[in-house]
């Protein structure tokens, strides 16, 4: 038999009975709600009602995602979606509530309606049948007890905060899945560029003004059913509601951007604030709140790291490069125990005696699964996630057990000296220099058997801090060679007051060089080998692969050289080889 469902509501001292027939109601203070509560503790749309999967639902304010001020509650505890059923008491206010009713057959003359429905009436002036008082009062303490755990907004911008946010995207996530698949939203994760140098430069003070103004300045751009919080720090979130398509959020973000970029005065001083958003949409599935989050907030990193003051939109591909680079992570971090990084070593030679002078360690990672990696797939990642201080250590380590190696063998002579490469970040690493030390040591290397590669545009980049290290790592009898030199526009002056060893000629020049013997690359490997010999400091060419790659070279007086041509880089036992028999040289030059 087909059940008819009620919402019997009471208004203060009014109580009133609606029959629901309807698939959708609205529940508010709206001329056109389908039922009005005049009362003032209720929202413009407090409450909406529909009709699915012949159960009747009950959200917290509109179907666009709008939530009430006060919230909704029911039997007790504050919800955004609840599913009615039987005598569920729906509290919307203070003074207003109202109760679920659900009966079968003929209203009209059944004594048990009839009956329930006092019980109600009773039950919602807030006496018992003895004219006891109910269970409002309980209600109202836990509704006021929840209030005080949870605060939902932040005390310094008045914004709500992470906690509200959250469960303001989660009500647009179920909205979405249970009642409009086509509702479509977009997050916003918002990170302020460089708020660390106001902090400190300004004083955290005028670093809290300036994260007051942002957030008005964030307020004043959305449209009325957006939501913005502040996440923490100095980051906030957005949700764009009810979106037709990504274009729209991204053109909000672009709007957003120029808003906010407009000058500030903070402390007597003209500020330009500038922010990084990483933008999540449910053009992707999405299945929970902390999943979109992750993802804008991953979309964020990647517009930081691409230059800051722009926005990135999380897509699939992003995705597959987080999940597998945490997984490479996961694996790097257990490479070292296991041992599966290796060093190969290529071959250095002197031009002009055709024979081996030493080798540069080049890292592989025999990866159980994905065999044997090239560094280039993770000194990267290793680098991101400080993993490299770890690694490097071990190379160095590495290099000079194996110098150590070849050093007692009696048939190699004379000594080998091992080039091994270094990151930009291991020379911030305050214990590099006692590091090595304590390794040199150990292994008993002398001035020169061990020396360390850096490329051009690192050594360039932070050259002061540069060369004060340089100066330790020679003073500890470790020469240096600018990796890559020619591609990263060292400036003279820099490269006069640098205390290095070898320039060593980047690879794309060699390759390049035509056989012709009439064009550019060749031009600057030869201004590359004379600055080198007027600084009174070594040129090692590097990726030699062709005889007349060689044939050039030699005739422009390059001292040293590596590539394909004499060996591609080998495992230590091959290179012991190598080292013991030296190079077959076929070429004659
Ligand atoms: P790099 O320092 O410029 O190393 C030279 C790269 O060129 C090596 O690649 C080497 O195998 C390759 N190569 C050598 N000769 C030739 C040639 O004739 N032709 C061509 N086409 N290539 C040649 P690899 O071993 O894959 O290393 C790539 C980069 O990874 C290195 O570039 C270096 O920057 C980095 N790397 C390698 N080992 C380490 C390490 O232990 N620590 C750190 N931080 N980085 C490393
Ligand atoms: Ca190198
Ligand atoms: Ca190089």
Same mark, same amino acid.
């Given at each position: 038999?087909?059940?008819?469902?009620?919402?019997?509501?009471?208004?203060?001292?009014?109580?009133?009975?609606?029959?629901?027939?309807?698939?959708?109601?609205?529940?508010?203070?709206?001329?056109?709600?389908?039922?009005?509560?005049?009362?003032?503790?209720?929202?413009?749309?407090?409450?909406?009602?529909?009709?699915?999967?012949?159960?009747?639902?009950?959200?917290?304010?509109?179907?666009?995602?709008?939530?009430?001020?006060n919230g909704l509650i029911v039997n007790g505890q504050k919800v955004l979606l609840h599913e009615l059923n039987q005598y569920d008491v729906i509290t919307f206010c203070r003074d207003v509530h109202a109760i679920f009713l659900e009966y079968q057959g003929d209203l009209a003359s059944s004594k048990a309606f009839e009956d329930s429905i006092r019980n109600v009436i009773l039950f919602f002036s807030g006496k018992d049948k003895q004219g006891m008082r109910l269970l409002d009062s309980e209600i109202e303490e836990k509704t006021l007890?929840?209030?005080?755990?949870?605060?939902?907004?932040?005390?310094?911008?008045?914004?709500?905060?992470?906690?509200?946010?959250?469960?303001?995207?989660?009500?647009?996530?179920?909205?979405?899945? &249970?009642?409009?698949?086509?509702?479509?939203?977009?997050?916003?994760?918002?990170?302020?560029?460089?708020?660390?140098?106001?902090?400190?430069?300004?004083?955290?003070?005028?670093?809290?003004?300036?994260?007051?103004?942002?957030?008005?300045?964030?307020?004043?751009?959305?449209?009325?059913?957006?939501?913005?919080?502040?996440?923490?720090?100095?980051?906030?979130?957005?949700?764009?509601?009810?979106?037709?398509?990504?274009?729209?959020?991204?053109?909000?973000?672009?709007?957003?951007?120029?808003?906010?970029?407009?000058?500030?005065?903070?402390?007597?001083?003209?500020?330009?604030?500038?922010?990084?958003?990483?933008?999540?949409?449910?053009?992707?599935?999405?299945?929970?709140?902390?999943?979109?989050?992750?993802?804008?907030?991953?979309?964020?990193?990647?517009?930081?790291?691409?230059?800051?003051?722009?926005?990135?939109?999380?897509?699939?591909?992003?995705? &597959?490069?987080?999940?597998?680079?945490?997984?490479?992570?996961?694996?790097?971090?257990?490479?070292?125990?296991?041992?599966?990084? &290796?060093?190969?070593?290529?071959?250095?030679?002197?031009?002009?005696?055709?024979?081996?002078?030493?080798?540069?360690?080049?890292?592989?990672?025999?990866?159980?699964?994905?065999?044997?990696?090239?560094?280039?797939?993770?000194?990267?990642?290793?680098?991101?996630?400080?993993?490299?201080?770890?690694?490097?250590?071990?190379?160095?380590?590495?290099?000079?057990?194996?110098?150590?190696?070849?050093?007692?063998?009696?048939?190699? &002579?004379?000594?080998?000296?091992?080039?091994?490469?270094?990151?930009?970040?291991?020379?911030?690493?305050?214990?590099?220099?006692?590091?090595?030390?304590?390794?040199?040591?150990?292994?008993?290397?002398?001035?020169?058997?061990?020396?360390?590669?850096?490329?051009?545009?690192?050594?360039?980049?932070?050259?002061?801090?540069?060369?004060?290290?340089?100066?330790?790592?020679?003073?500890?009898?470790?020469?240096?060679?600018?990796?890559?030199?020619?591609?990263?526009?060292?400036?003279?002056?820099?490269?006069?007051?640098?205390?290095?060893?070898?320039?060593?000629?980047?690879?794309?020049?060699?390759?390049?060089?035509?056989?012709?013997?009439?064009?550019?690359?060749?031009?600057?490997?030869?201004?590359?080998?004379?600055?080198?010999?007027?600084?009174?400091?070594?040129?090692?060419?590097?990726?030699?692969?062709?005889?007349?790659?060689?044939?050039?070279?030699?005739?422009?007086?390059?001292?040293?050289?590596?590539?394909?041509?004499?060996?591609?880089?080998?495992?230590?036992?091959?290179?012991?080889?190598?080292?013991?028999?030296?190079?077959?040289?076929?070429?004659?030059?």
């Open positions: 038999m087909e059940s008819k469902r009620f919402l019997l509501f009471r208004e203060e001292e009014n109580i009133f009975v609606e029959v629901l027939t309807k698939k959708i109601y609205t529940i508010g203070r709206r001329s056109h709600d389908d039922i009005f509560l005049a009362n003032r503790g209720i929202s413009r749309c407090h409450a909406s009602v529909y009709f699915l999967n012949s159960k009747f639902w009950i959200i917290d304010g509109d179907f666009k995602g709008r939530t009430s001020t007890r929840s209030r005080i755990q949870k605060p939902q907004s932040d005390d310094l911008t008045g914004l709500p905060n992470r906690s509200a946010f959250l469960a303001r995207v989660r009500k647009s996530l179920e909205f979405k899945e &249970q009642i409009s698949k086509d509702h479509q939203f977009s997050i916003l994760f918002i990170d302020v560029d460089r708020f660390k140098m106001i902090n400190d430069s300004l004083g955290h003070l005028a670093g809290d003004q300036f994260l007051i103004h942002l957030a008005a300045r964030f307020a004043a751009c959305l449209r009325s059913g957006d939501m913005v919080a502040r996440l923490g720090g100095d980051e906030f979130g957005i949700l764009l509601d009810d979106i037709d398509n990504l274009e729209e959020a991204k053109a909000i973000a672009k709007r957003l951007q120029e808003y906010i970029a407009r000058p500030l005065q903070l402390e007597n001083q003209e500020v330009y604030p500038s922010i990084s958003i990483g933008i999540a949409s449910t053009h992707l599935q999405y299945r929970t709140v902390e999943e979109i989050l992750r993802d804008a907030d991953t979309a964020m990193y990647n517009a930081k790291k691409t230059g800051k003051a722009r926005f990135v939109v999380f897509d699939e591909k992003m995705h &597959q490069r987080a999940s597998s680079l945490l997984k490479l992570d996961g694996d790097l971090r257990k490479a070292i125990e296991n041992q599966q990084l &290796q060093l190969y070593y290529q071959p250095i030679l002197s031009l002009a005696e055709k024979s081996i002078v030493g080798f540069e360690a080049l890292i592989r990672w025999n990866h159980p699964e994905r065999g044997l990696l090239s560094p280039d797939i993770f000194i990267p990642i290793s680098e991101e996630t400080d993993l490299i201080y770890k690694i490097g250590i071990w190379t160095i380590h590495e290099a000079c057990r194996q110098i150590d190696l070849w050093r007692e063998n009696v048939d190699i &002579q004379p000594i080998l000296y091992v080039n091994v490469n270094m990151s930009a970040k291991q020379l911030s690493d305050t214990h590099l220099i006692q590091n090595i030390k304590r390794i040199l040591r150990k292994f008993g290397i002398k001035s020169g058997e061990l020396k360390l590669e850096i490329t051009e545009s690192i050594a360039m980049q932070n050259s002061q801090h540069t060369i004060k290290i340089f100066n330790q790592l020679r003073e500890i009898g470790v020469p240096l060679v600018i990796d890559d030199f020619g591609t990263g526009y060292s400036s003279l002056s820099y490269l006069n007051r640098f205390p290095i060893d070898t320039l060593k000629i980047d690879r794309s020049f060699v390759s390049n060089i035509d056989i012709s013997n009439e064009n550019t690359s060749l031009n600057i490997t030869q201004s590359i080998i004379s600055l080198a010999h007027s600084l009174g400091v070594d040129v090692v060419a590097e990726g030699i692969e062709k005889a007349y790659h060689l044939a050039c070279l030699k005739q422009m007086k390059c001292d040293f050289g590596q590539g394909f041509l004499f060996s591609k880089p080998i495992e230590a036992d091959a290179a012991t080889h190598l080292a013991e028999n030296g190079l077959n040289w076929p070429w004659k030059f």
